[in-house]
């Protein structure tokens, strides 16, 4: 059947311009994936650290022995405007103050345990905890070290029971800033053991400091921009840092009660002028 109405054979109108032969700028290049996410990790504007140092116990009464037993911590940190270590010693005014990146907080001058075996003498019974934030942490490597006090006497040497020289403090470093990662490292402690203890009686009486009591301590920790922090290494050592301090700075309270022999400040070759200015 033949169509009502013939088929147009051309345009009815030519069009206004020639078709574009090829686009007139050249196509966006598809993006390359990021190898890490833009928001992922960025730069940390405040990267702070909790360092608790305390013994693992609730109560002096839980502890394992009997007797007395203190640690204290000190903590620098490398290139800081302020040398001055952060610590009980540095507390007060004479010594300069604490720095201004760190806060130390504790009853008394270090990580305390008493416990009396005398119901009578509880109330002298003591369990203080040492408590540092450190701020500006992913600015500057920052060092820990613990050092073990000397006491001047022996208690009942021949009781098992107490060998308070057994009974160490913990060091527990916590990240304050960084939403993934709230324990820092492993619990640090010192070792001991009981054919070891810290203070020795020679020939004549006299009690003295073991030069092979390993009571000292170091830990170093590294924060990224972003605030991730991990512990570089975890070092021990021997000898009586405590009787440098004692003779060479202002003494804490402890410290006036001791009169231990000296021992030199470590036995494996730090130099004490070292840890007085906490250089790293």
Same mark, same amino acid.
């Given at each position: ?38 928001? =992922? ?32 911590? =000190? ?47 509880? =109330? ?157």
């Amino acid at each position: 059947r033949a169509p009502t109405r013939p088929p147009t054979r051309a345009p009815t109108r030519p069009p206004s311009r020639a078709p574009t032969l090829a686009p007139t700028r050249a196509p966006t290049r598809a993006p390359i994936r990021a190898t890490v996410s833009p928001t =992922e990790n960025p730069p940390a504007t405040v990267c702070e650290l909790k360092v608790v140092h305390a013994h693992p116990f609730q109560k002096a009464h839980d502890a394992t022995y009997y007797g007395y037993q203190a640690d204290w911590l =000190e903590i620098g940190k490398r290139s800081a405007d302020n040398n001055n270590l952060c610590s009980y010693y540095y507390k007060g005014e004479v010594s300069g103050g604490q720095p201004d990146w760190c806060r130390y907080t504790s009853s008394h001058d270090s990580a305390i345990i008493n416990k009396e075996e005398d119901q009578m003498y509880t =109330e002298d019974e003591i369990l203080s905890t040492e408590t540092f934030i450190v701020k500006h942490a992913a600015a500057h490597q920052t060092k820990i070290n613990a050092y073990h006090y000397f006491a001047d006497n022996l208690y009942h040497e021949d009781n098992e029971m107490w060998n308070s020289y057994m009974m160490v403090p913990e060091v527990k470093i916590f990240n304050l800033s960084h939403e993934e990662q709230n324990r820092v490292g492993a619990i640090y402690s010192h070792p001991t053991n009981k054919n070891i203890p810290d203070l020795k009686r020679d020939s004549s009486g006299e009690v003295y400091p073991n030069k092979m009591y390993e009571g000292n301590m170091e830990i170093v920790v590294n924060c990224s921009e972003s605030c991730w922090c991990t512990v570089e290494s975890f070092t021990t050592s021997t000898g009586n840092v405590y009787a440098y301090y004692r003779e060479n700075g202002p003494p804490t309270d402890a410290q006036r009660k001791s009169k231990a022999r000296s021992v030199g400040p470590l036995d494996r070759g730090r130099d004490p002028s070292v840890l007085r200015k906490g250089a790293l």
